[in-house]
């Protein structure tokens, strides 16, 4: 459970947010408290986003085991359908 000081942001918006922290920490230009600031931030947007994941899969797999013409089959992307 996310602590009442983390910011909540939609898994977008999050994602978002941790690649320009990844771009900004890559660039190498940060002084070393802030890039510190920058990892601390990018941690809890990547902890908020895994989170997020698996709680949209366990809806997924309640929804599918709800229904028994919709068995759970491991996804492949290049399945055709």
Sequence with gaps: MPKKNESQVS???A???LEQIVSRLENGDLPLEEALNEFERG???ARQGQTR???A???VQILLNDSEEA???PFTPDAQQ
Excluded: I
Aim: net charge negative.
């Design 57 to 59: 899969e366990q809806r």
């Design 53 to 55: 994941l698996q709680q």
């Design 11 to 13: 898994f977008e918006s």
């Design 43 to 45: 941690v809890q947007l």
């Design 15 to 17: 994602l978002t947010e």
């Design 71 to 73: 068995p759970l089959t």
